[in-house]
């Protein structure tokens, strides 16, 4: 082994999230939730699809990330990664076409954190569904 190398052991309890969006989500008001509703991994049962709310349940450091299609309309869709209220990152999607946007980022949360994606603007967006838009996470690191 070489000095000073250190090496990452796996976290007592493993927390991963992974859902999509299946069905078109229209008509999206400002400030509102996007729900990813298909479930495909909840280890430690965390996210909440109803909502779109995923709940930290041990503090530590946490990989996010989120694609969202935008189905065409005629305004841009602003989207954004939500940490306690507090916007951490933002993505958009133009106007008049479909585009696909993503982000991903390292938030420090501690147990009981809230995470969502939400829009930021303007209101009546349209987030596509079938499996193009997705929401996960998972822990790297517990503090």
């Known amino acids: 082994m070489f000095a ?5 052991t796996q976290p007592e309890s493993m927390v991963a999230f992974q859902a999509a969006k299946v069905s078109r989500q229209s008509s999206i ?3 509102q939730n996007v729900q990813f509703e ?7 049962n965390r996210y909440h699809p109803q909502h779109g709310v995923f709940v930290v349940p041990r503090s530590g450091i946490y990989v996010i990330s989120v694609t969202t299609l935008h189905a065409m309309q005629s305004i841009t869709f ?5 940490h306690q209220g507090n ?3 933002k993505f958009d999607g133009q106007s008049n076409t479909w585009e696909q946007a993503s982000h991903t980022v390292l938030i420090q949360a501690h147990a009981g954190d809230e995470i969502w994606v939400k829009n930021v603007g303007p209101a009546n967006e349209d987030i596509y569904g ?3 838009s997705t929401f996960s996470g998972f ?3 517990e503090i």
Request: glycine content about 14%; aromatic content about 6%; charged content about 15%.
């Open 130 to 132: 079938d499996l193009f």
């Open 87 to 89: 916007i951490i990152a």
């Open 29 to 31: 008001g400002l400030n």
């Open 38 to 44: 298909r479930v495909s991994i909840n280890i430690g």
């Open 4 to 8: 000073g190398i250190v090496r990452r």
């Open 78 to 82: 602003n989207g954004a990664i939500v």
């Open 139 to 141: 822990l790297i690191w």
